[in-house]
């Protein structure tokens, strides 16, 4: 048979489990009805069960799901201990967007009795996701809980509950599913495990849930940055509770760390980290923390930006040049460090009218650039988002 249009590899790749599912059927129907005669009413349902779903696997290469559904549908009607083509049937109109009738034949296939553990597994596992992809959050959780009471280890299920705990805010059942998952493969996750560990502190000091439990808390981020050091909440929260603790020296010790393992986003910090040594009445001490980590190699253009209005407001205007003149050099592309150094230079009597045109330009740009970009998916914002909303990684934004 002929199969008109082009394939591509992706398509191929994309319907390759129900292909394969088709093309066993059909050879297990076409070997059985070699050898039984042709008046036995059970054998003619095999080879019409083989007939539609060969037809089905047809309309799959031609990419036609809408009569490959069709075609499954008749399959199962002539033989409906087919669980196969149950399963893929659920599956095709799981992907189509059919969600009440892809949970219709999940549930249909969990009431037989005596299911293979390989069935039920899938089974199970598909009505979760038939579930949450209708919005069921409870019965998807409910369902991939009962695919781990059958399969303990289905990391499937665990990823699936560990995003959707994540989704609903419930941080130590995602935390769980994390420990689970890490069981079962060997492999860490650090930063997730460490931003978990913060939002579950946080919630520990929230004075409208419950008594807020500063030790538990405590434990919670400290335990995050043992596992990830770059973690920047931790170490900021923690700062502050150091600070409102009396403690302003342990509070500049948890940040003045993050100039080696997170030197990009110490802008983050400038606001707690002047707090705490103004408590210890060290202003030399945040000039020389602050000058060092604006001037090293891997300083960001904010926290430029942010020493030189400091600068400039402590009238040390050739010490603010220098400066953005430096990170100019290093990254002439940034437009944040452009458009303040054209706005300082015109606020010092050190511009003309080109300039001021020249602001009003860049503040264009700046205002479609965005600050920050995920490097795991490339989501970018102009906020830092320490769960990227596009791929629900932890901590992965970087300034740009």
């Known amino acids: 048979m002929r199969i008109d249009g082009v394939m591509t590899f992706s398509f191929f790749v994309e319907w390759a489990p129900w292909i394969v599912m088709g093309l066993i059927l059909f050879g297990i129907g076409y070997r059985m009805g070699q050898h039984a005669p042709m008046e036995d009413m059970e054998e003619m349902a095999r080879r019409r069960d083989a007939a539609f779903t060969y037809r089905g696997l047809n309309f799959l290469l031609n990419d036609e799901p809408d009569k490959a559904i069709e075609a499954f549908s008749q399959a199962v009607r002539v033989n409906s201990e087919t669980v196969e083509v149950y399963l893929s049937l659920a599956n095709l109109f799981l992907k189509q967007g059919e969600l009440g009738r892809a949970i219709r034949m999940h549930q249909n296939l969990l009431e037989r009795p005596n299911l293979s553990r390989e069935t039920r597994i899938a089974a199970l596992y598909g009505l979760g996701e038939d579930y949450r992809k209708s919005g069921f959050v409870d019965r998807a959780v409910h369902a991939y809980h009962q695919t781990l009471e059958v399969d303990p280890g289905h990391l499937k299920a665990l990823r699936a509950l560990m995003t959707l705990h994540e989704n609903e805010k419930r941080w130590d059942k995602a935390l769980e599913m994390l420990e689970r998952i890490r069981k079962v493969t060997g492999d860490e996750d650090p930063r997730r495990a460490a931003h978990l560990r913060v939002q579950i502190g946080r919630e520990q000091l929230r004075h409208d849930v419950a008594p807020p439990s500063v030790e538990d808390a405590t434990r919670n981020f400290e335990r995050a940055i043992e596992v990830h050091p770059g973690c920047v909440e931790a170490r900021r929260i923690m700062a502050e509770v150091a600070l409102k603790g009396g403690d302003p020296g342990h509070a500049v010790d948890l940040l003045k760390e993050l100039r080696h393992t997170r030197p990009g986003h110490m802008f983050l910090l400038v606001d707690i980290l002047r707090r705490s040594y103004d408590a210890l009445e060290d202003r030399c001490g945040f000039e020389s923390c602050m000058d060092e980590a604006a001037h090293a190699q891997s300083a960001s253009p904010q926290l430029m930006v942010q020493w030189g209005k400091w600068l400039e407001a402590e009238g040390r205007l050739e010490e603010v040049s ?43 740009i700046v205002g479609r650039q965005p600050n920050f970009r995920c490097t795991h998916c490339g989501f970018e914002s102009h906020e830092i988002y320490w769960r990227c909303p596009q791929c629900h990684e932890w901590d992965e934004m970087e300034p740009l």
């Open 322 to 364: 220098a400066l953005l003149e430096m990170g100019l050099r290093r990254r002439p592309d940034s437009a944040v460090l452009a458009q303040w150094y054209v706005a300082f230079l015109g606020r010092h009597g050190r511009s003309d009218e080109g300039l001021l045109v020249a602001t009003r330009c860049l503040d264009g």
